[in-house]
């Protein structure tokens, strides 16, 4: 295999992988209701559309320290692609869905893979699988909306792109930024050059850069202080030890002017109704009650994609697949006794998180991640994973009907990982003018998932506009 057809994965991909987990894969799962779409359509589709993004060809390999992007040299989309016949009701599509959002993707191969279940009941589901490493929720979104168009007689315009790969420019850029942040060069000419001279990968240049810059981690650490220091949630039953098997449920379509209504009548955003929703179906779920539950702290991690925040030499390619997105920590008041009351103080923290530099630091920290001495990984872990009791991530679509296909899409919906011990992830989808809740969780964590479901939109009735 020639070194022109590799290319060194960026930190912010391989970061999860450092991750995986086979009792947690860390995949991203999205299901879609599509009526009419049969298998050779779909095979179709996939090979002339999907397959114009180069990297799905390739599959992450780890050499020495560092993970590189590979050609699959037996690569045949007959592996990534299951067609079940099978007639699913309702509930045995949710049990099927489960087991596969189970099931880690093998390693031997590209790490993506569709199902189509075209018998159904209620119409034809497409399942797929993606590894994170691959893309995060608004590169995937970004996917979708170019290859699904708005009329069954329209194809895609534009589409695909070309795997390319290279370290120098994110080392340069990275090396110019923290200069510019800290007042100081934190690799020395003269260290940098030893680096360039001695050094037979860029993979090895990054690691000198961030090796030097962890050897001054404390001034890193002062500056990041109030990031650093947010509080570990309140033991409760949402922080038990995992199972290891999560299963995953969504709701009915709401409409999104129900949502909107709230918004305008209360003066928030729409992402602050819907977070509010979550913390009041988290609240009864926790275990505690009392002063315990009157001084209880959870956070919920949140993805907020950073790209427009990004430097120019840092912000990817329009249609770019990879990760770009930071991660903040919403305080939950679960301790409030009322909806508005949720709703104000939602307002008030999501308004303070928004002027913060946390999504691009956390941004940074987790691209950081691999390419920093072992000892120093687990605070980083511990950072990100260990302060927070669920993941609630939010991704809205295209607000009109797309076709995939020829194939009209009716609904959409997905599930986000959730890494080290978190045992919750809710997601909240916007398409075509309605709204989904879905849940995965794990089986320890939470036994009740419709029920949970329920009391998210439970909590709409209780807000002016909201009836």
């Not at 391989?14 to 860390?26: F, K």
């Not at 018998?119 to 497409?126: D, H, Q, T, Y």
């Not at 941004?363 to 920093?372: D, G, K, Q």
């Not at 992830?425 to 479901?453: K, M, N, W």
Request: with cysteine; proline share 8%; charged share 20%.
């Amino acid at each position: 295999m020639s070194h022109e057809q590799t290319h060194p994965m960026l930190p912010a991909d391989s970061a999860w992988l450092a991750l995986e987990n086979p009792r947690d894969p860390m995949a991203i799962t999205v299901m879609m209701r599509v009526d009419g779409l049969t298998a050779p359509r779909l095979r179709e589709f996939l090979r002339v559309y999907w397959m114009a993004w180069e990297r799905f060809r390739y599959m992450p390999v780890k050499r020495a320290a560092a993970w590189w992007w590979e050609p699959d040299p037996d690569f045949d989309l007959g592996h990534h692609l299951d067609v079940v016949l099978n007639r699913f009701t309702e509930a045995e599509l949710q049990d099927w869905v489960s087991a596969r959002l189970n099931q880690p993707l093998p390693f031997y191969r590209p790490l993506w893979k569709f199902w189509l279940a075209p018998n159904a009941e209620g119409g034809s589901v497409l399942l797929l699988r993606l590894h994170h490493c691959y893309a995060d929720g608004v590169s995937l979104t970004g996917i979708f909306d170019h290859l699904c168009p708005v009329s069954p007689q329209q194809h895609p315009a534009v589409y695909g792109a070309r795997q390319t790969g290279g370290l120098s420019p994110w080392v340069s850029a990275a090396k110019s930024h923290i200069e510019q942040l800290f007042g100081c060069d934190p690799v020395s000419e003269t260290a940098t050059d030893e680096v360039q001279a001695e050094s037979g990968t860029q993979w090895e240049q990054a690691g000198a850069l961030l090796d030097q810059l962890a050897r001054n981690g404390l001034k890193l650490v002062n500056e990041f202080s109030d990031f650093l220091a947010e509080p570990e949630d309140t033991p409760s039953d949402l922080k038990r030890p995992l199972s290891g098997r999560r299963h995953c449920r969504w709701s009915e379509p709401v409409p999104l002017e129900r949502f909107r209504s709230i918004a305008r009548a209360t003066r928030v955003t729409i992402n602050d109704v819907l977070l509010s929703c979550v913390a009041a179906a988290v609240r009864p779920r926790l275990g505690i009650s009392g002063t315990t539950l009157d001084d209880a702290v959870m956070h919920a991690a949140v993805p907020v994609d950073i790209r427009s925040r990004l430097p120019d030499d840092l912000r990817p390619e329009p249609g770019a697949l990879g990760n770009y997105f930071g991660t903040v920590f919403v305080p939950l008041p679960v301790d409030g006794e009322s909806a508005l009351e949720r709703l104000y103080r939602i307002k008030q923290e999501t308004r303070r998180l928004k002027k913060s530099w946390q999504p691009g630091i956390a941004w940074s920290l987790s691209a950081c991640s691999t390419l920093i001495p072992e000892p120093l990984r687990q605070p980083l872990s511990d950072i990100f994973y260990r302060k927070a009791s669920a993941v609630v991530s939010n991704v809205p679509g295209t607000p009109e009907v797309r076709y995939i296909a020829g194939c009209r899409i009716n609904e959409q919906m997905f599930w986000v990982p959730q890494a080290g011990n978190i045992g919750l992830g809710i997601s909240i989808v916007s398409y075509a003018g309605q709204v989904q809740f879905g849940v995965v969780a794990d089986d320890a964590i939470l036994a009740d998932p419709e029920d949970f479901l329920q009391d998210c939109l439970q909590e709409l009735s209780q807000f002016p506009g909201g009836s």
